[in-house]
């Protein structure tokens, strides 16, 4: 009792004051606000359950990289799409953006990095969403950085042999002398809109990165 129901809101106010009062409910009563679009079986921006939302990616954006990309993942659908509900009911989010940069070291190898190594590191702040305070990094983002981690170095999704560096010489001496190089390579994500499905889009980016950087994969 004394909840503000859906309904209540008026179809034919102007489309920006609508938007506004959707989003204020959404706030406020976020599982109410969901159940309303779950019982026609649409999502708040117009699609259907079961599709995905539109996922863009652009590579080499930063030339002091080795590699690097921008994805965006959502708030990019055609709202007249929607059958189900009308296009002036519709909520978009703004999208979940996260930008990856790869910086590429040469150093020797290690009996625990004998192929080298990838490490990800990932920044979830404020900048991103009210949710991220600043400081030491949130438990979602460490968790995230883990994730990502062991997805690069410990699945076959990308050859660490790429990483090895094949000397020309034929001398065994020469090859000796210098050690087994290889290198390591430092991505760094950052998230800059924080709209939901945040691992699929860090984990684009950072492939989409790499793949820029012309890394190999198996």
């Not at 969403?129 to 030491?136: E, V």
Request: charged fraction near 15%; hydrophobic fraction near 35%; aromatic fraction near 12%.
């Amino acid at each position: 009792k004394g909840k503000p129901f859906f309904c209540l809101f008026s179809f034919h106010q102007k489309e920006s004051n609508f938007l506004l009062q959707m989003e204020t409910f959404r706030k406020i009563y976020p599982s109410e606000f969901y159940k309303k679009f779950l019982v026609h079986g649409v999502r708040p921006d117009g699609r259907s359950l079961n599709r995905c939302r539109t996922t863009s990616v652009n590579w080499g954006l930063f030339g002091g990289s080795n590699g690097s990309s921008f994805v965006k993942i959502g708030s990019s659908i055609p709202l007249e799409e929607s059958s189900k509900i009308e296009p002036s009911s519709q909520w978009t989010g703004e999208g979940t953006c996260v930008t990856c940069a790869v910086v590429a070291e040469l150093g020797l190898a290690t009996p625990n990095t004998p192929n080298g190594q990838i490490v990800v590191n990932v920044e979830l702040g404020p900048i991103c969403s009210t949710k991220f305070k600043g400081g030491p990094p949130s438990e979602e983002a460490q968790s995230l950085g883990q994730f990502l981690n062991g997805i690069v170095n410990q699945s076959s999704l990308v050859s660490l042999d790429g990483l090895k560096v094949i000397w020309n010489s034929k001398s065994s001496e020469e090859k000796e002398s210098v050690g087994p190089f290889v290198w390591y390579l430092y991505a760094d994500l950052y998230c800059l809109n924080y709209d939901g499905s945040v691992v699929d889009a860090s984990l684009i980016s950072l492939i989409a990165a790499l793949e820029n950087g012309f890394f190999f994969y198996s």
